[in-house]
T-cell receptor, first 115, second 111 residues
Framework: DAGVIQSPRHEVTEMGQEVTLRCKPISGHNSLFWYRQTMMRGLELLIY????????DSGMPEDRFSAKMPNASFSTLKIQPSEPRDSAVYFC?????????????FGPGTRLTVL | TQLLEQSPQFLSIQEGENLTVYCNSS?????LQWYRQEPGEGPVLLVTVVTGGEVKKLKRLTFQFGDARKDSSLHITAAQPGDTGLYLCAAGGTGRRALTFGSGTRLQVQP
Protein backbone atom coordinates (compact mmCIF):
# COMPACT_ATOMS: atom_id res chain seq x y z
CA ASP A 1 0.00 0.00 0.00
CA ALA A 2 1.39 3.42 -0.95
CA GLY A 3 -0.03 5.19 2.08
CA VAL A 4 -1.54 8.66 1.96
CA ILE A 5 -0.09 10.63 -0.95
CA GLN A 6 0.22 14.41 -0.94
CA SER A 7 1.42 16.78 -3.60
CA PRO A 8 3.31 18.94 -3.96
CA ARG A 9 5.77 18.24 -1.12
CA HIS A 10 6.97 21.84 -1.18
CA GLU A 11 5.31 24.98 -2.51
CA VAL A 12 6.73 28.48 -2.54
CA THR A 13 4.44 31.21 -3.78
CA GLU A 14 3.91 34.93 -3.56
CA MET A 15 1.25 36.64 -1.53
CA GLY A 16 -2.02 36.87 -3.43
CA GLN A 17 -1.50 33.77 -5.53
CA GLU A 18 -3.81 30.77 -5.50
CA VAL A 19 -2.46 27.58 -3.94
CA THR A 20 -3.92 24.09 -4.39
CA LEU A 21 -2.81 21.18 -2.27
CA ARG A 22 -3.73 17.62 -3.24
CA CYS A 23 -4.31 14.41 -1.33
CA LYS A 24 -4.96 10.80 -2.24
CA PRO A 25 -6.14 8.79 0.80
CA ILE A 26 -5.43 5.13 1.41
CA SER A 27 -7.74 3.01 -0.72
CA GLY A 28 -10.79 1.86 1.23
CA HIS A 29 -10.58 4.59 3.88
CA ASN A 30 -13.81 6.55 4.17
CA SER A 31 -12.67 9.49 6.30
CA LEU A 32 -10.23 12.19 5.25
CA PHE A 33 -8.76 14.97 7.37
CA TRP A 34 -6.83 18.15 6.55
CA TYR A 35 -4.50 19.56 9.24
CA ARG A 36 -2.16 22.54 9.45
CA GLN A 37 0.97 22.47 11.60
CA THR A 38 3.01 25.44 12.82
CA MET A 39 5.46 25.86 15.68
CA MET A 40 3.18 28.38 17.35
CA ARG A 41 -0.15 26.57 17.08
CA GLY A 42 0.82 22.92 16.73
CA LEU A 43 -1.35 20.52 14.72
CA GLU A 44 -4.77 22.04 13.95
CA LEU A 45 -7.69 20.30 12.29
CA LEU A 46 -9.00 22.35 9.37
CA ILE A 47 -11.75 20.14 7.93
CA TYR A 48 -12.72 16.52 7.63
CA UNK A 49 -14.88 14.42 5.34
CA UNK A 50 -16.80 11.17 5.83
CA UNK A 51 -17.79 9.35 2.65
CA UNK A 52 -16.77 12.43 0.64
CA UNK A 53 -19.13 14.73 2.59
CA UNK A 54 -17.68 17.58 4.70
CA UNK A 55 -18.60 16.97 8.34
CA UNK A 56 -16.85 19.74 10.24
CA ASP A 57 -15.16 22.75 8.65
CA SER A 58 -15.07 24.89 11.79
CA GLY A 59 -11.29 24.83 11.75
CA MET A 60 -11.01 26.48 8.35
CA PRO A 61 -9.43 29.87 9.12
CA GLU A 62 -11.52 32.02 6.79
CA ASP A 63 -13.22 32.20 3.44
CA ARG A 64 -9.90 32.18 1.64
CA PHE A 65 -9.68 28.45 2.45
CA SER A 66 -11.82 25.85 0.71
CA ALA A 67 -11.68 22.05 0.47
CA LYS A 68 -13.33 19.55 -1.82
CA MET A 69 -13.55 15.81 -2.08
CA PRO A 70 -15.08 14.97 -5.46
CA ASN A 71 -14.59 11.22 -5.01
CA ALA A 72 -13.26 8.69 -2.52
CA SER A 73 -9.73 8.83 -3.85
CA PHE A 74 -9.00 12.53 -4.13
CA SER A 75 -9.25 15.75 -2.13
CA THR A 76 -7.98 19.30 -2.57
CA LEU A 77 -7.35 22.18 -0.20
CA LYS A 78 -7.29 25.57 -1.89
CA ILE A 79 -6.12 28.90 -0.56
CA GLN A 80 -7.11 31.96 -2.58
CA PRO A 81 -5.60 34.49 -2.16
CA SER A 82 -2.67 33.23 -0.11
CA GLU A 83 -1.05 35.32 2.63
CA PRO A 84 2.32 35.01 4.44
CA ARG A 85 0.55 33.86 7.63
CA ASP A 86 -0.66 30.78 5.74
CA SER A 87 2.91 29.47 5.69
CA ALA A 88 2.84 26.08 7.43
CA VAL A 89 3.01 22.36 6.81
CA TYR A 90 -0.34 21.00 5.66
CA PHE A 91 -1.11 17.35 6.35
CA CYS A 92 -3.76 15.08 4.94
CA UNK A 93 -4.78 11.97 6.89
CA UNK A 94 -7.23 9.14 6.27
CA UNK A 95 -9.00 6.65 8.49
CA UNK A 96 -9.99 3.08 7.84
CA UNK A 97 -13.61 2.10 7.50
CA UNK A 98 -14.89 0.83 10.84
CA UNK A 99 -11.91 2.25 12.72
CA UNK A 100 -13.73 2.94 15.97
CA UNK A 101 -10.67 4.24 17.76
CA UNK A 102 -9.93 6.53 14.87
CA UNK A 103 -6.42 5.43 13.97
CA UNK A 104 -5.37 8.03 11.44
CA UNK A 105 -2.70 7.58 8.78
CA PHE A 106 -0.92 10.76 7.77
CA GLY A 107 0.66 11.76 4.51
CA PRO A 108 4.16 13.30 4.38
CA GLY A 109 2.78 16.84 4.28
CA THR A 110 3.09 19.85 2.00
CA ARG A 111 5.40 22.60 3.24
CA LEU A 112 3.89 25.89 2.06
CA THR A 113 5.84 29.14 2.07
CA VAL A 114 4.04 32.33 1.10
CA LEU A 115 6.40 35.23 0.48
CA THR B 1 -13.16 21.66 22.55
CA GLN B 2 -11.23 19.06 24.55
CA LEU B 3 -7.86 20.53 25.46
CA LEU B 4 -4.83 18.27 25.79
CA GLU B 5 -1.80 19.71 27.53
CA GLN B 6 1.56 18.05 27.09
CA SER B 7 4.67 18.50 29.20
CA PRO B 8 7.44 19.18 28.92
CA GLN B 9 7.36 21.06 25.63
CA PHE B 10 11.04 20.39 24.94
CA LEU B 11 13.42 17.77 26.26
CA SER B 12 17.07 17.27 25.39
CA ILE B 13 18.82 14.29 26.96
CA GLN B 14 21.84 12.06 26.49
CA GLU B 15 21.66 8.60 24.98
CA GLY B 16 20.92 6.00 27.65
CA GLU B 17 18.86 8.25 29.91
CA ASN B 18 15.24 7.58 30.86
CA LEU B 19 12.44 10.07 30.40
CA THR B 20 8.72 10.53 30.90
CA VAL B 21 6.37 12.83 29.04
CA TYR B 22 2.84 13.65 30.10
CA CYS B 23 -0.53 14.35 28.51
CA ASN B 24 -3.24 15.88 30.71
CA SER B 25 -6.79 17.04 30.31
CA SER B 26 -9.82 17.96 32.38
CA UNK B 27 -11.99 15.81 30.11
CA UNK B 28 -12.60 12.07 30.27
CA UNK B 29 -11.74 10.14 27.12
CA UNK B 30 -12.88 6.76 25.87
CA UNK B 31 -9.45 6.29 24.30
CA LEU B 32 -6.16 8.09 23.86
CA GLN B 33 -3.46 7.71 21.26
CA TRP B 34 0.24 8.53 21.08
CA TYR B 35 1.91 9.48 17.81
CA ARG B 36 5.54 10.14 16.94
CA GLN B 37 6.50 12.58 14.20
CA GLU B 38 9.99 12.62 12.71
CA PRO B 39 11.34 15.68 10.88
CA GLY B 40 9.88 16.04 7.40
CA GLU B 41 7.24 13.37 7.92
CA GLY B 42 3.69 13.03 9.17
CA PRO B 43 2.78 11.65 12.61
CA VAL B 44 2.75 7.87 12.96
CA LEU B 45 0.56 6.04 15.47
CA LEU B 46 2.49 4.31 18.28
CA VAL B 47 -0.30 3.02 20.52
CA THR B 48 -3.95 3.35 21.53
CA VAL B 49 -5.00 2.97 25.17
CA VAL B 50 -8.65 2.46 26.01
CA THR B 51 -9.01 1.19 29.60
CA GLY B 52 -8.40 3.28 32.74
CA GLY B 53 -5.13 2.17 34.34
CA GLU B 54 -4.04 0.32 31.22
CA VAL B 55 -0.30 -0.10 30.60
CA LYS B 56 1.07 -0.97 27.18
CA LYS B 57 4.67 -1.65 26.26
CA LEU B 58 6.30 -1.19 22.88
CA LYS B 59 9.95 -2.27 23.22
CA ARG B 60 11.54 0.48 25.36
CA LEU B 61 8.38 2.60 25.40
CA THR B 62 5.79 2.22 28.17
CA PHE B 63 2.41 3.92 27.87
CA GLN B 64 -0.03 4.34 30.73
CA PHE B 65 -3.62 5.58 30.72
CA GLY B 66 -4.75 7.23 33.97
CA ASP B 67 -7.33 5.49 36.13
CA ALA B 68 -9.82 8.30 35.47
CA ARG B 69 -9.02 8.31 31.73
CA LYS B 70 -8.09 12.00 31.82
CA ASP B 71 -4.32 11.69 31.48
CA SER B 72 -1.58 9.54 30.07
CA SER B 73 2.17 9.17 30.23
CA LEU B 74 4.88 7.85 27.96
CA HIS B 75 8.08 6.54 29.52
CA ILE B 76 11.15 5.77 27.43
CA THR B 77 13.89 3.60 28.91
CA ALA B 78 17.49 3.98 27.75
CA ALA B 79 16.70 6.55 25.10
CA GLN B 80 18.47 6.31 21.74
CA PRO B 81 19.08 8.95 19.04
CA GLY B 82 16.45 7.17 16.93
CA ASP B 83 13.83 8.21 19.53
CA THR B 84 14.31 11.84 18.54
CA GLY B 85 11.09 13.43 17.34
CA LEU B 86 7.85 15.12 18.27
CA TYR B 87 5.57 13.06 20.51
CA LEU B 88 1.87 13.89 20.25
CA CYS B 89 -1.03 12.64 22.29
CA ALA B 90 -4.48 12.66 20.71
CA ALA B 91 -7.97 11.90 21.91
CA GLY B 92 -11.65 12.42 21.33
CA GLY B 93 -11.95 10.73 17.99
CA THR B 94 -14.57 8.02 18.15
CA GLY B 95 -17.28 7.24 15.67
CA ARG B 96 -17.41 10.11 13.19
CA ARG B 97 -15.54 12.62 15.33
CA ALA B 98 -12.03 13.85 14.56
CA LEU B 99 -9.07 13.60 16.89
CA THR B 100 -7.83 16.53 18.95
CA PHE B 101 -4.06 16.66 19.27
CA GLY B 102 -1.94 17.96 22.12
CA SER B 103 0.75 20.56 21.52
CA GLY B 104 3.48 17.92 21.60
CA THR B 105 6.77 17.20 23.34
CA ARG B 106 9.84 17.72 21.19
CA LEU B 107 12.51 15.18 22.21
CA GLN B 108 16.17 15.37 21.24
CA VAL B 109 18.42 12.46 22.20
CA GLN B 110 22.11 13.31 21.92
CA PRO B 111 24.53 10.47 21.05
Amino acid sequence: DAGVIQSPRHEVTEMGQEVTLRCKPISGHNSLFWYRQTMMRGLELLIYFNNNVPIDDSGMPEDRFSAKMPNASFSTLKIQPSEPRDSAVYFCASRATGGFYNEQFFGPGTRLTVL
Amino acid sequence: TQLLEQSPQFLSIQEGENLTVYCNSSSVFSSLQWYRQEPGEGPVLLVTVVTGGEVKKLKRLTFQFGDARKDSSLHITAAQPGDTGLYLCAAGGTGRRALTFGSGTRLQVQP
